[in-house]
């Protein structure tokens, strides 16, 4: 097992073979790979927070993880973007899962669970968007649970 860093093309298109819920993030300031034998088995993508008031120059947001089921390799992934992001400076890394989502490689990477958040049409939606409008690809009308791991000197 080997981790480095991968193009937001070759994730975006992991993301797309192999995700079960979500498309790929419109952009991302880096992301990761995990290889097995040379073989990609998992990407981490992480970005600018999608959420503004998270948005402060010092939070990067894993936007999406994605595994072919390899043992261990989210957990991997997670703990590999939270080293690079503190090495590149910044003091806290946010994530969702939905509601119904264990969190165990979270947590295996030292995140801890802040808040559980309501469903809602989108991630994007106002609270009076309405119910057609949704995009049946990802997390419109699912409860979420928002994690983080910061910086501890």
Do not use: H
């Given at each position: 097992m080997k981790i480095g860093p991968v193009t937001f093309k070759e994730a975006c298109r992991f993301v797309s073979t192999h995700h079960r819920h979500n498309k790929p993030p419109r952009g991302h300031k880096f992301s990761i790979a995990l290889r097995v034998n040379g073989e990609i088995v998992g990407v981490a993508m992480a970005g600018r927070p999608v959420a503004r008031h998270?948005?402060?120059?010092?939070?990067?947001?894993?936007?999406?993880?994605?595994?072919?089921?390899?043992?261990?390799?989210?957990?991997?992934l997670y703990g590999a973007v939270w080293?690079?992001?503190?090495?590149?400076?910044?003091?806290?890394?946010?994530?969702?899962?939905?509601?119904?989502?264990?969190?165990?490689?979270?947590r295996a990477a030292g995140f801890i669970r802040v808040k559980e958040l309501p469903?809602?049409?989108?991630?994007?939606?106002?609270?009076?968007?309405?119910?057609?409008?949704?995009?049946?690809v990802g997390n419109g009308g699912v409860a979420r649970i928002l994690w983080e791991i910061k910086r501890t000197s």
């Open positions: 998270f948005d402060d120059g010092l939070t990067i947001e894993v936007n999406r993880t994605c595994t072919d089921g390899f043992r261990n390799a989210n957990s991997m080293r690079a992001a503190k090495a590149m400076g910044y003091e806290r890394c946010i994530t969702y899962t939905q509601a119904d989502e264990s969190g165990v490689s979270l469903a809602r049409l989108s991630w994007a939606a106002s609270s009076v968007a309405l119910k057609d409008m949704r995009d049946p």
